[in-house]
């Protein structure tokens, strides 16, 4: 998926083949540790024609080659999560700097003194909406509040499912803003049909949004959504309150996200096994109590680090400065 958003942006992009080994079964195994062999092939040639002052990196296992071919460029490593996934806990061993989200992170990682606390960066694309220039171009109003439905950057199929059933007593409440994931649009658009027209003119359904996920961000009096690591920027960024569903299959990393949140007031955690019964009294609670929704609101904008882009960018432009400094030195 990457490619598509990166070369939208008409950003350069060079794509390797890698794998994961972590829970991989013992059949898939050998072809994955191929691939990864073959990446980090590929990735020396690209190190080697593009000769980088600084390496770069937020984790996953496709950073793994790049970094064993990169081993003698300066690194710095970001961690997204609050929790290091396992390729970020071996790059951060040799990594010049460390980047974190939250403070939190801090107890994963040992080498304390490479460790700079910057928060979420964002991008500005995402970050130039206010409230009523977004609700302009999402057609919303005013007249009700704005509940913001979505999952990863492929969408959330339990969620979208939880959803169907209880569109009907949400929109009685508020404007939904649903962005299913193009995988899911479809099926949630044969779903849509199914609303009373009364009902339909309050629905705004969206496979998924580019530059306009800041206006949805925005816009929103209340979000349902994943605990991935954007939702540490994006809803403390947008004062977003959030009723956030950890995706199971990622629990650990997404709980931990969550519990920031949550632990700060800023939101409440449901799992995604439990959302056919706590997903409807939880949301009609909230949207029906805006005392207690600007109480969240104010928590989470406690937590916003609306620097964060520019901080990151600093200390990856004075880690590659020291390859240019030793070069110049040598000579």
């Given at each position: 998926m990457e490619t598509e958003l990166i070369t939208r942006l008409s950003i350069p992009y060079k794509a390797i083949p890698a794998a994961g080994l972590h829970g991989v079964s013992l059949q898939k195994l050998p072809g994955n540790i191929s691939k990864l062999v073959r990446g980090y092939q590929e990735a020396e040639m690209i190190v080697h024609s593009f000769q980088p002052d600084v390496f770069f990196s937020t984790g996953g296992y496709l950073s793994v080659p790049v970094a064993l071919a990169a081993r003698?460029?300066?690194?710095?490593?970001?961690?997204?999560?609050?929790?290091?996934?396992?390729?970020?806990?071996?790059?951060?061993?040799?990594?010049?700097?460390?980047?974190?989200?939250?403070?939190?992170?801090?107890?994963?990682?040992?080498?304390?003194?490479?460790?700079?606390?910057?928060?979420?960066?964002?991008?500005?694309?995402?970050?130039?909406?206010k409230k009523d220039a977004a609700r302009r171009e999402l057609a919303l109003t005013d007249a009700l509040p704005v509940l913001l439905v979505f999952g990863g950057s492929k969408g959330a199929q339990s969620i979208n499912r939880a959803l169907y059933p209880l569109l009907p007593d949400f929109l009685k409440a508020a404007q939904?803003?649903?962005?299913?994931?193009?995988?899911?649009?479809?099926?949630?658009?044969?779903?849509?049909?199914?609303?009373?027209?009364?009902?339909?003119?309050?629905?705004?359904?969206?496979?998924?949004?580019?530059?306009?996920?800041?206006?949805?961000?925005?816009?929103?009096?209340?979000?349902?959504?994943?605990?991935?690591?954007?939702?540490?920027?994006?809803?403390?960024?947008?004062?977003?309150?959030?009723?956030?569903?950890p995706y199971p299959h990622a629990w650990h990393y997404q709980k931990?996200?969550?519990?920031?949140?949550?632990?700060?007031?800023?939101?409440?955690?449901?799992?995604?096994?439990?959302?056919?019964?706590?997903?409807?009294?939880?949301?009609?609670?909230?949207?029906?109590?805006?005392?207690?929704?600007?109480?969240?609101?104010?928590?989470?904008?406690?937590?916003?680090?609306?620097?964060?882009?520019?901080?990151?960018?600093?200390i990856v432009m004075e880690t590659g400065m020291k390859k240019k400094k030793q070069k110049g030195a040598a000579a």
């Open positions: 003698h460029v300066p690194s710095v490593v970001f961690i997204p999560d609050i929790e290091p996934g396992l390729a970020l806990k071996v790059l951060m061993k040799y990594a010049d700097r460390i980047l974190t989200s939250t403070a939190e992170s801090g107890q994963f990682i040992r080498r304390k003194s490479k460790v700079t606390l910057c928060g979420y960066p964002l991008r500005k694309e995402v970050t130039r909406w939904v803003v649903h962005i299913s994931g193009s995988d899911n649009y479809q099926e949630t658009q044969q779903n849509a049909q199914t609303l009373p027209d009364t009902l339909k003119k309050r629905y705004h359904l969206f496979p998924y949004l580019h530059e306009t996920m800041g206006a949805a961000l925005a816009a929103a009096d209340l979000a349902v959504c994943r605990a991935g690591a954007s939702t540490l920027g994006e809803l403390p960024f947008f004062n977003l309150p959030a009723i956030l569903v931990n996200n969550a519990d920031h949140l949550a632990n700060s007031g800023a939101a409440v955690i449901l799992r995604d096994e439990d959302m056919a019964n706590s997903l409807r009294p939880t949301v009609l609670d909230l949207l029906y109590d805006p005392q207690r929704l600007q109480t969240m609101q104010t928590a989470m904008r406690s937590l916003a680090t609306p620097d964060a882009a520019q901080k990151i960018g600093q």
